[in-house]
């Protein structure tokens, strides 16, 4: 059959290559071109254990604190909280712990196994060459800092995330490149990174081209319950289409009768080119709530979250305090120069990517919301569109991540 998939992400492109792995045809269509969102952006990061919502158990009381003070990594555009009340309060009611371990149990169904599906998916492809499996490491201030955290480990735990706990001294011996950075760490194994998110991306929508593919840079108007695409340049006609536009797919399933309760969590990089310090593996630096990442050539620094909706211009806050903390940290890095992003993430209020058909007729389907782990889990995803769409069978039970539970 001849497949529609809008949006050129890592969701798109991952869906697209497994579709023709199965004889089927594809479009893949982006007003931009592969990566021009938060798949160019992230940290990289195949963060196999991120299976912990942000929201989480005593959350609310911190916000006050964590709005008001520079050093945190929460931020808030003011002007924008009366369009963002509708979507905090059910967001933060999901941080219930009920809830939480709920939210957990399906992602780590999700993400167990990234590295190896990112394996799968880039296999005999020049993407091949961007993945790596690896650890993933997360940086405390000390060994109380972590006790602090311990609700999420135990989490990750029962969920069969291994970890290591690194004192100080062993962590010197992991990584002299961390010696004196950290009081505490923690060494999370099959775990892996994308060494050029962007650039890996745009290699596997060049390999669905050579395998016959189509992209179309067009806006898309709309999407109707028969599969036909209306486009800046045209109405494409599909056996069936997927919604894989990240943040900007809420209003095209609108269009077929359902409301997402969906906001954008702008997140932003600092990456310092031609960097003196090289890291082994990525680092989450626990405190700032951003990533340390070794790529190519360059060291990303990644992460916060911001509430600003999409149309606002970057802001300098969350941007000066990756700088700042990437300087006490290492005070000593040199490089060539910066380069600054912002993306948005699309965040579910629970937390939870939405993945299924949204069409009663089953001709239209969607994989977005993946909040901040979309690099991660998009292979997994695009095997399971790929599935739905074809009517295969799978083993694994999608419940958690179906539209329906928003109708």
Not at 127 to 150: I, P
Not at 160 to 179: H, I, K, M, Q, T
Not at 315 to 339: C, G, H, M, N, W
Not at 354 to 383: D, E, K, M, Y
């Amino acid at each position: 059959m001849h497949v529609a998939i809008i949006g050129a992400g890592i969701v798109g492109v991952s869906t697209a290559v497994w579709l023709q792995r199965g004889g089927h045809t594809v479009t893949l269509i982006d007003r931009e071109g592969p990566a021009a969102g938060a798949s160019y952006g992230n940290a990289g990061v195949l963060a196999a254990g991120s299976v912990v919502p942000v929201p989480v158990p005593g959350l609310l009381p911190k916000i006050p604190r964590l709005l008001l003070d520079r050093n945190q990594p929460l931020f808030l555009r003011w002007r924008y909280l009366p369009r963002l009340f509708p979507f905090l309060l059910p967001y933060l009611l999901n941080g219930r712990k009920s809830r939480v371990e709920s939210i957990a149990s399906a992602l780590a169904g999700l993400l167990h196994d990234s590295a190896d599906q990112h394996l799968a998916l880039a296999a005999g492809t020049p993407a091949e060459r961007y993945v790596r499996k690896g650890d993933y490491l997360f940086g405390y201030a000390d060994r109380h800092a972590f006790e602090a955290d311990g609700a999420a480990w135990a989490l990750r735990e029962k969920h069969g995330f291994a970890f290591e706990e690194l004192g100080e001294n062993r962590l010197a011996a992991y990584d002299p490149a961390l010696a004196g950075r950290f009081g505490f760490a923690v060494r999370c194994p099959d775990h892996g990174l994308i060494t050029d998110p962007g650039a890996y991306v745009a290699a596997l929508v060049r390999h669905v081209e050579s395998e016959g593919g189509t992209l179309l840079l067009t806006d898309v108007q709309r999407v109707n319950d028969d599969a036909t695409i209306e486009t800046a340049d045209g109405e494409i006609r599909a056996d069936q289409a997927v919604i894989a536009a990240g943040i900007w797919s809420g209003s095209l399933v609108g269009d077929l009768g359902l409301r997402i309760p969906m906001e954008t969590e702008r997140g932003y990089h600092v990456e310092f080119l031609n960097p003196s310090v090289c890291l082994r593996s990525p680092v989450m630096v626990v405190s700032g709530k951003f990533v340390l990442s070794p790529m190519e050539n360059r060291l990303r620094c990644a992460g916060l979250v911001e509430f600003g909706g999409l149309d606002a211009a970057p802001s300098a806050a969350p941007v000066d305090l990756i700088r700042r903390q990437v300087k006490a940290l290492f005070p000593e890095l040199t490089y060539d120069r910066t380069e600054i992003w912002m993306g948005h993430r699309p965040s579910t209020t629970d937390s939870l990517p939405v993945i299924g058909a949204v069409s009663r007729n089953g001709r239209v389907h969607a994989g977005f919301g993946h909040q901040h782990i979309g690099l991660t889990a998009g292979p997994r995803t695009g095997r399971w569109l790929s599935a739905t769409v074809t009517g295969k069978a799978l083993n694994e039970n999608l419940t958690a991540f179906s539209p329906d539970r928003f109708r």
